[in-house]
């Protein structure tokens, strides 16, 4: 292959803010929401161990390739697909790759930044004690009304009226899009990575607490049940499916993310080792 096509300038300070800036790419709501769902309804362990399959012997495959290809690259996505093929002597018509990548990644921040303004507007309610009330209210409906208004009843009557609000749903949305436009605008180093290097932590120190408190106060086992025991009855072709989409859209590989990230490795990064730390933070969080 010829030789570097047009290197980036900027590159990440260190292999740890790399580490926690992709892990923070990848951890997302396919880990909280989509998995312990998916993996139930499929098979429960069964499920588990076909994804855990599909992320070594599929999911880190392409996330090593992606990185090496940014890496060699050192540009955009499209650019660099642009050049790569360019360079090979292959038609240039792979850059619709990185168009469709990036597009993909597009949609996704739609429905992200959706999401991040409604647990913005919940943060007041969760420190003010709002949601303690959610059993008294339900107690007295159900006494006022003859028939039995559950927590999660109140709980859907207040996310109800809580999004319902489009200006504070629509300020909150604009200032986190703001956010994140300062601190990708701030480069790799002085931005991303930094807000990485705190932010990461901070979020394994506040998932160990929500993990033990649901230990505590919920049903582990009956979770472990349901989550856990392998049902090889319930796997379909469409198990494997799921299984393969879910450790692509947990691992953000196919989004052309990796490939952007990348652009700004350093030559002397070890790609295998590091992709493994991050499908195995990926995973675990999972």
Not at 100 to 112: D, R
Not at 125 to 154: K, P
Not at 211 to 229: K, Q, R
Not at 242 to 269: N, P, W
Request: glycine share 12%.
């Amino acid at each position: 292959m010829a030789g570097e096509i047009g290197r980036k300038t900027d590159h990440w300070g260190s292999r740890f803010g790399f580490i926690m800036a992709a892990v923070g790419s990848s951890v997302g709501l396919g880990n909280f929401w989509r998995f312990p769902f998916t993996a139930g309804e499929n098979g429960g362990g069964a499920f588990i161990i076909i994804y855990l399959f599909c992320v070594l012997f599929l999911g880190l495959t392409v996330l090593m390739a992606e990185y090496a290809l940014g890496r060699k690259s050192g540009m955009s996505a499209i650019e660099g697909i642009h050049s790569l093929a360019r360079a090979e002597n292959k038609s240039e018509n792979w850059q619709v790759v990185g168009w469709i990548g990036s597009l993909g990644a597009f949609f996704i921040l739609t429905f992200y930044i959706v999401i991040s303004a409604w647990v913005l507007a919940f943060i007041p309610q969760a420190f003010g004690g709002t949601f303690n009330g959610f059993a008294a209210e339900a107690a007295r409906l159900t006494a006022e009304t003859g028939t039995t208004v559950s927590i999660a009843d109140v709980s859907a009557s207040n996310f109800g009226e809580t999004i319902s609000n489009k200006y504070v749903i629509g300020g909150l949305l604009a200032s986190f899009l703001l956010t994140n436009v300062f601190v990708v605008a701030r480069g790799v180093k002085g931005g991303i990575e930094k807000a990485a290097t705190v932010l990461m932590p901070a979020f394994f120190i506040l998932l160990i607490g929500i993990v033990g408190f649901a230990l505590v106060e919920g049903d582990a086992g009956a979770a472990a049940d349901f989550l856990l025991t392998p049902d090889f009855s319930e796997v379909t072709m469409g198990t494997f499916l799921e299984a393969v989409g879910q450790a692509f859209f947990s691992l953000s590989v196919g989004s052309c993310l990796m490939i952007t990230y990348g652009a700004y490795l350093s030559r002397d990064t070890n790609i295998p080792r590091a992709s493994a730390i991050v499908a195995s933070a990926d995973t675990m969080v999972a």
